[in-house]
């Protein structure tokens, strides 16, 4: 059903989502007139700027080598690329319906390759050892009486996590909203977060995990002796257990981008705490959808970071597998920025092997790899299921048209050419 | 006479070799042993393919020879027989063995003994992270065995390791011994941080000299001269692990990790002091 309604010449299209951060607010209003997002009325600036920002994109709709071409040329060159390979990576996946991740899982499967989702799998591996007591935005919203920023700076990242879910909602069991509820923030920089606290810990950089072991520490009653850790006097860290203790219901924040051991120490923590009061924990996570593509991962294959198919093997886990992504021989990037390989340590490695890139960016790079194909631009031209960072699906829907088909739309185009070309 | 499979091709496709294993192989016919199906990349491909075959494995020893880098899952669950790779391997060397020895002139990949419930691994040159861990969702690493290597190793070695030992004469990367049930870590260079996090029982062997990134949960149990340490010294040596320099003196012993049972100890040179 379309909700969207016209008022003169201008579409208005109530409860959009913006997936410009992990809070995806779905109560923006967006007020469209031909193919122009003229407002996006309740959006914070980072918001405003995703969906006023959106342009049609111009131009060819594929490019191989640098060349323009049409889209089933385009198509038909990936295909042979991937279909050739004997270790094709399928790469990206952060900016994408859920309904595209499930088409990369299926690509995957029939080029016989590996799935990654960048930068997940250190959580991942120490949710795998530990757990993870979780609970939705909801939750917190209505019952948190206690906030912990561990080291984030939301007031920046998520500027409207506080007002509509985390501080200042007022409940039946917090009538008070902001008043009734404590917020402590621990980083290593003053953030603007920070100076909201009513307890701020400005800790030394580097030491996380000497912290977050004290505070465990402090709350199973260990005596510890030492005056000072990471730079912060051991009675202020007290003070911040007390708070723990203090809590009805507790909630700890952290950066969906820490890693490894900060991660284990984080969600023990949690698990500890929940021995005396209920506390939950989540990570803030990113705009885009990798949490929705590690929820298709996990439900398509059992596996939630990486996964990788062998010929007459179900799926292989490979976190702990090969170093498939050295290894590979043709790399499909889905939807993101070329460049995200470039800030892992194989892209020595990486560069010289070639690429397929699907990008709903308005003025790619012909030359970010041999074959590069539009699409649609996520969020804005896309219509599909997406995830909050509290693994909470939300409808997504296209407020303008595209010229360019959706990465979903691609990858079965390609599937479809591997198939006919085994046949 | 052994079973020879020297590998002349250079491509970088991963290569894994599983039950391609002196325990599997013998007794095998050298047609079959040809035909036996190994992993190329996403492909299932004949032994022959990727190795020249010499030789056959009735005396339980296969070597391998040529670019081994890619070759992952050499010697992997093994339960007898010998073993001998003359260069460099890639990952899961020795992973879930149960018996036998496996030696290798070079450099070695992650997971290295991973899951190992018996044998003797040695590797001359250094090895990547998770040596004798605990794969991912599983509750603990190796059960039993040895795993001497002469260079260094990456980080969170003897993850979750039950009982065996790890011997490591070079430096070793972060968080060593995570969550170790017990066992023994020796390591005779530098250590990264947090070593013994979460560990519950086992012995940790820091003897690189100079200060120790330990965790505010390890408290300070005195100076002594270890009666255990002599004997793993014969021990080892025995086994050619050589070329370290054992410490002469009285150690300094804290135990930890306080959150988990508190009952592994690490030992670091006299006075080498808390980083
Ligand atoms: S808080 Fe995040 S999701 Fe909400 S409008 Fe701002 S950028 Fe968009």
């Known amino acids: ?134 609970c939705t935005l909801g939750e917190i919203q209505n019952r948190a009486d206690f906030v912990l920023i561990w080291r984030a700076d939301p007031v920046r990242t998520h500027p409207r996590l506080f007002s509509r879910h985390v501080l200042e909602p007022r409940s039946d069991f917090l009538p008070g909203g902001r008043n009734d509820r404590f917020l402590a923030v621990v980083d290593i920089r003053e953030t603007t977060t920070l100076k909201e606290a009513d307890l701020a810990i400005p800790m030394d950089e580097g030491a996380e995990v000497e912290a977050l072991w004290l505070l465990r520490a402090l709350v199973k009653g260990i005596a510890i002796e030492a005056e000072q850790i990471a730079g912060v006097a051991l009675k202020d860290w007290q003070a911040l257990v007390e708070r723990f203790r203090a809590a009805r219901y507790g909630a700890i924040l952290y950066d969906g981008r820490s ?121 804005i031209e896309t219509s599909g299921t997406v995830y909050r960072m509290d693994g909470v699906p939300l409808p997504l829907r296209a407020v303008v048209a595209s010229r360019f088909p959706t990465v979903e739309a691609v990858l079965r185009s390609i599937e479809h050419r591997v198939r006919e070309r085994r046949a | 006479m052994a079973l020879l499979l020297r590998r002349t091709d250079e491509s970088d496709l991963p290569i894994e070799v599983i039950g391609v294993r002196p325990d599997r192989l013998r007794g095998m016919p050298p047609a079959e042993i040809g035909r036996f199906p190994i992993r190329h990349g996403n492909r299932t491909v004949p032994l022959a393919e990727v190795f020249q075959i010499k030789g056959d494995p009735s005396d339980e020893r296969i070597d391998f020879e040529g670019n081994l880098r890619n070759v992952h899952r050499i010697g992997a669950q093994m339960s007898a027989g010998r073993i001998v790779v003359d260069g460099c391997t890639g990952w899961h060397l020795a992973a879930q063995m149960s018996g036998g020895t496996i030696e290798v002139s070079g450099d070695a990949g992650d997971w290295v003994g991973a899951e190992m419930t018996n044998g003797h691994v040695s590797i001359c040159g250094s090895v990547g992270d998770l040596v004798g861990a605990s794969y991912p969702g599983s509750r603990r690493g190796m059960t039993n065995g040895t795993i001497l290597v002469g260079g260094s190793a990456g980080a969170e070695i003897g993850r979750s390791m039950r009982r065996g030992t790890i011997a490591i004469g070079g430096a070793c990367g972060d968080h060593a011994g995570l969550g170790m049930i017990a066992g023994t870590i020796l390591v005779f260079g530098s250590c990264g941080r947090y070593p013994g996090a979460e560990m519950r029982r086992g012995t940790i062997g820091l003897f690189g000299g100079g200060p120790v990134p330990l965790l505010p949960t390890f408290r300070r149990a005195g100076r002594f001269r270890p009666q255990f340490l002599a004997l793993i010294e014969r021990e080892l040596r025995r086994t050619g692990f050589a070329g370290v320099d054992w410490p002469s003196g009285k150690l300094d012993l804290y135990h930890g990790d306080l959150l988990s049972l508190g009952k592994g100890e690490i030992w670091t040179r006299e006075g080498g002091g808390l980083a």
């Not at chain 1, 996570?285 to 179900?314: D, K, M």
């Open chain 1, 1 to 134: 059903m379309d909700p969207s309604r016209t008022v003169d010449d201008r579409r208005i299209w109530p409860d959009s989502v913006c997936t410009a951060c992990g809070c995806l607010c779905d109560d923006i209003v967006v007020k469209v007139k031909g193919d122009r997002i003229l407002e996006a009325q309740g959006a914070c600036s980072i918001g405003e700027g995703h969906f006023l920002g959106n342009r049609r994109g111009d131009g060819p709709e594929a490019w191989i080598h640098g060349e323009p071409a049409n889209f089933d040329e385009a198509v038909e060159r990936a295909a042979i690329l991937l279909a050739g390979a004997s270790c094709p990576l399928v790469i990206g996946l952060q900016e994408c319906t859920t309904e595209g991740h499930r088409a990369a899982v299926e690509l995957a499967e029939s080029i016989g390759g590996g799935l990654e989702v960048p930068g997940v799998s250190a959580t991942i591996l120490s949710l795998q050892s530990v757990g993870e007591v979780t």
């Open chain 1, 259 to 379: 890693n490894g051991l900060s991660v284990r120490g984080i969600h023990s923590l949690v698990r500890e705490l929940n021995e005396r009061t209920r506390f939950v924990v989540m990570p803030l996570h990113s705009g885009g959808n990798g949490v929705g593509a590690r929820n298709v991962l996990t439900w398509r294959t059992g596996l939630p970071g990486a996964v990788r198919f062998v010929e007459g093997q179900g799926p292989l886990s490979s976190d702990a597998g090969l170093p498939s992504a050295t290894a590979a021989d043709a790399v499909l990037v889905v939807s993101g920025n070329p460049m995200v390989m470039d800030n892992e340590p194989t892209t020595e490695v990486r560069r010289k092997i070639p690429r397929v890139l699907l990008t709903g960016n308005q003025e790619p790079h012909p030359q970010a790899a041999e074959v590069v194909i539009r699409t649609a631009a996520f969020g």
